[in-house]
């Protein structure tokens, strides 16, 4: 690959407020030569996730991204050489290429992939976004047929899943989202009982009439306000599956937590549990079973958010967190 050029972007500097274009820099860089126990990517699919944002903040579940490095990122992505027994050029892999052409990995940072079509179902219903939905739903948030479950950011990969899975288990499900188009797919598209605009105000008194009887099971993808509306709505012995944060990823976060806490948890007896989808790894045939099975009986709608090329890979992950995006964005690099 000697003479290639390498596509890179780079984060040039950590935002103190909202993330911008100015953050980033695209640079021709060289094609890298793999090292021992390295393959060599040609990255096909960039998975644009909130999480990158929370990783310019400071470690995490992973290390921080640093500033004048290639921006972190996974991708799905096609080996082209390989200097480890594990791979061989033309293998499918998962893993963290960073938002560039082409990477040099350790074959033991990569998973190998099934071939399927199309890929990008590897980043969406069958990559994290599903397990994701699949893990943090049904094993932390344990929904019973009849019971109601509120999910957050539902119109985004991992909550248009949770809301159907939900349905599937036979709940009376409702859908948080920014907009009345989106609230209006989540019910005529995706089969949610009901959706509650949270940009239109008053999201407690919209969740309290969609919910006459109480949240059973409250699917976390954006903790703040939105949690804080959802608490005094629990049910006794009801289940938060707390899945991540985006309201406080993107800016300065508010100086507020949600109020009402530890002291609506020890009144409802709630159980309110953190996950990370790589928890449940060892479990994941038995949830790609399901997810395939569901797709193929049409009872699970796959939305995704494909934008092709590298360059556009800053301004789709700056629209993602204003709310551009239905379901699964990624790069086609
Ligand atoms: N625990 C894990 O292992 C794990 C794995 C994957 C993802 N996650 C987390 O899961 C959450 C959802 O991720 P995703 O990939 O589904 O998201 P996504 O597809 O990237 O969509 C994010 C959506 O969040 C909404 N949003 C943005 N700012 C918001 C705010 N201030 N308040 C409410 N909603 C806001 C936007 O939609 P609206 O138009 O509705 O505002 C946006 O489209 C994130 O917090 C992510 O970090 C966790």
């Known amino acids: 690959m000697s003479g290639s050029i390498n596509r890179q972007i780079l984060l040039v500097e950590k935002p103190g407020g909202k993330l911008g274009p100015e953050h980033f820099k695209l640079i021709n860089g060289a094609v890298p030569e ?17 999480a990158n944002r929370a990783w310019m903040h400071g470690a995490t579940y992973r290390s921080a991204v640093e500033a004048n490095t290639v921006m972190a990122g996974a991708a799905i992505a096609e080996v082209v050489a390989s200097k480890s027994p594990e791979l061989k050029p033309g293998d499918i892999v998962f893993g963290d290429t960073g938002w560039q052409d082409y990477a040099a990995v350790p074959a033991k940072h990569l998973t190998r992939m099934p071939k399927i079509e199309p890929l990008t179902h590897l980043l969406s219903v069958y990559g994290v976004a599903g397990l994701t939905a699949y893990f943090g739903l049904l094993e932390i948030g344990k929904p019973k047929g009849g019971e109601t479950v509120v999910v957050s950011a539902a119109a985004g990969s991992v909550g248009s899943i949770v809301g159907q899975i939900a349905k599937i288990k036979g709940c009376h499900v409702i859908g948080i989202a920014g907009g009345k188009d989106k609230c209006q797919w989540l019910t005529s598209e995706l089969g949610f009982d009901a ?28 903790g703040g306000d939105i949690l804080e509306a959802c608490l005094p709505l629990m049910n006794n012995y009801g289940r938060i599956s707390c899945c991540g944060a985006i309201s406080q990823y993107d800016g300065t976060p508010s100086a507020h937590g949600p109020r009402g806490v530890p002291g609506l948890i020890v009144v409802k007896r709630l159980l309110m549990q953190g996950f990370i989808v790589m928890d449940f790894m060892k479990e994941s045939d ?16 796959v939305q995704e958010d494909v934008i092709s090329g590298l360059e556009n890979t800053p301004k789709a992950l700056i629209g993602l967190l204003a709310g551009e995006n239905r379901g699964k964005r990624m790069i086609k690099v």
């Open 195 to 222: 959706a509650v605009d949270y940009k239109d105000g008053a999201v407690f008194k919209a969740l309290r009439a969609a919910a006459p009887k109480g949240i059973d099971v409250y699917f976390d993808n954006v």
């Open 34 to 50: 793999p090292k021992d126990g390295e393959a060599l990517l040609h990255v096909h699919y960039i998975s644009l996730d909130a």
């Open 286 to 301: 038995r949830a790609l079973a399901d997810l395939q099975s569901w797709v193929a009986a049409g009872k699970l709608k």
